[in-house]
């Protein structure tokens, strides 16, 4: 771990201790300006926020999550709680601690399963059936005495053994621990596969037969996550990637050097390991359910790492050296896809390129995917969709540990929770680049620009206009760790919520550059959480970017919370018609740059609506329902350094240095906007 993500990564080690001045859990708006900002708004009768029971009139609420539920309640308090999140994710991560990332995932779909569960201990072999002081050859024959309906395997052979006799020692101690962690999870998970076709498992959002509406004839698919036993598939991952975490640490520690050539077959309880030499290899992922490879720049082709319908609940690939090309091919699930199962990718080192049409590269579908890179400039390139970490009904998560890494994607991925899903993009370090693709899924209603889902995104299912079968949102998480970083797409993207979903982005130290477009960087429609969070470095946010539209940088719309902080750095900003703090229809958005020089620009575009951004409210005729009594609040805060302001519309009762102002335009629409000389 760096020096400068440790000091980002700060917390109190005891209940009321003081965080770091510049750690993530000091960004929180101090008590007497938020005091101010409750009187001048809702008038200190009530928290800016709602409550459970006002939530309630909304509908379409299948499957909603208590972790998200319970974010409505306070505004002030969410990304209190996301730096929480995120702040965990970073230690865990960085510590190699993949185990307790997955826990920590599965915890926010409402299933602490593993909690606190040991680390497999290096001087035993974990389980009580194979004696601690077994040799490597002595452990893999006793895989058949592994708890289970295991009828078709009698026990490694001799040939088999004689196989990994010929391997070196850390080798064979690598395939052993991983074959048990995979047996292990096995037997939670079992053996049963998705419906066939389990191409249509997509359906709830890509439906051959609807395009147009959310409609679908596939009807198994709200059977599946009626049924789905999520503690089984929260546990069994926490279980597996408990032995792999101390198989790859043990691995490193033995930084064996001497490796051999060749192609060698193992027979286990799941069928095949194979395990590929040091050479440059073409590696057929459909050979084994555990493909190893010991180095070499290699060519890995079909769907490693991936349980797709196969018989085994487990598949896992690990590649050990070598400057890597991963090619998924044409076929959705593929490189570290959990469908039904756990599908895990590994890659140790070198600078390796990662490529699928749709749902991979850390996904999940009823299950686990996994992909971990520990080092190198890589590339991951989703074609279509879902990837990138992204999660139907399951944890998708990609972990990359360090290097100059390119993100790209057409949409849905890149850190998109869905129904029942998280799905994490975890980057600890690194000058990386962020791309969802112009051209990925362009809307006319979004003004002919593509609607992402991207990038930090919680997405439900809206079917009032459909089916009307409507599916709560997930987590989707982007968190970035440090290095001047890119993010670009367009619409829904950067911290994002629809349909009872919760999108973050954290980013936490660098000189980072943001593009976007609508409901964007901190931004939630429809009973939906948004938050954007760049914690230190001088950042761009749409500075040139002539083709972004409206409604982002903290910006809400119908019963939704969104926010975007900025927490240091001499900022600049270009904000258009209901950005900065602009809340319409029921809803709370807050913009809050805590400290710094920076440029606010404005420049409000005919047609996008005549709300002004930094700190303003709609208001609408009324509605005669309950929509007439819950408050729209748009809250804009700087407070710190010497800002320049250009181009608010409201003119002297609008943003400028060192002053506040307050904009009503209905009893229940307000917006309050300061500029602070200092922090307080």
Known sequence: ?????????????????????????????????????????????????????????????????????????????????????????????????????????????????????????????????????????????????????????????????????????????????????????AGWLGKADPPAPHGRIPGPWQDEDFLDQSATSAHFVFDMLRDFDVSRAAYASVIFAAHLRTALDEWREAAATDLPEGRWTLSTPLGPVVVAGKGDDEIDAGTGWFVIDLGGDDRWSGGAASRCGIAEAVSIAIDLQGNDTWDGGDEPFALGCGLMGIGTLVDLAGDDRYTVKESGLGCGWFGTGLLWDLAGNDQYVVKTRWGQGAAHAGVGVLLDAKGDDRYECAEQSQGMGSTLGCGLLLDLAGNDTYWCRDDGNVSALYLNQSVAMAQGCGYGRRADLGDGRSLAGGWGLLVDGEGNDRYHAQCWAQGC??????????????????????????????????????????????????????????HARDGSISISIDGDGNDRYLLKNLCGGSADLGSVALFWDRRGDDLYEAAMEEGLGDTAPFGSATVYPPFHSWRDDLPAVGIFLDTGGKDEYRGDPRGEKGAREGAAWTERKGAISVGFGADLPQER
């Open 1 to 185: 771990m760096s020096r400068a993500l440790a000091i980002l990564l700060v917390v109190p080690a005891l209940a009321g201790e003081e965080p770091a001045p510049d750690a993530r859990a000091a960004l929180r708006i101090p008590d007497e300006l938020w005091e101010r900002v409750r009187a001048e708004t809702v008038g200190g009768a009530r928290p800016i926020g709602y409550t459970g029971d006002e939530m309630r009139f909304y509908g379409g609420r299948e499957h909603l999550l208590r972790t998200v539920e319970n974010l409505f309640r306070d505004a002030r308090a969410v990304p209190r709680e996301t730096g929480r999140i995120t702040d965990d994710l970073l230690a865990l991560a960085a510590a190699g601690k993949v185990d307790e990332v997955l826990q920590r995932c599965w915890s926010l779909l409402d299933m602490p399963a593993g909690r606190n569960f040991p680390a497999v201990p290096k001087e035993s072999w974990g389980v009580p059936w194979i004696p601690a002081e077994a040799a490597p050859a002595e452990a893999f024959a006793a895989l058949a005495k592994a708890p289970g309906e295991w009828t078709t395997f009698a026990g490694a052979g001799a040939e088999d053994r004689a196989r990994l006799g010929a391997l070196p020692p850390a080798v064979q101690r690598l395939v052993v621990r991983v074959s048990i962690g995979a047996i292990l999870a």
């Open 497 to 554: 919520g629809y349909w009872w979903g919760v999108g973050v982005l954290e980013d936490r130290s660098g000189d980072d550059t943001y593009e976007n477009g609508k409901y964007s960087l901190g931004a939630g429609a429809h009973f939906a959480i948004g938050v954007q969070v760049d914690l230190s470095g001088d950042d761009r946010y749409n500075q040139g970017v002539l083709a972004t539209k409206n409604q982002f940088q903290g």
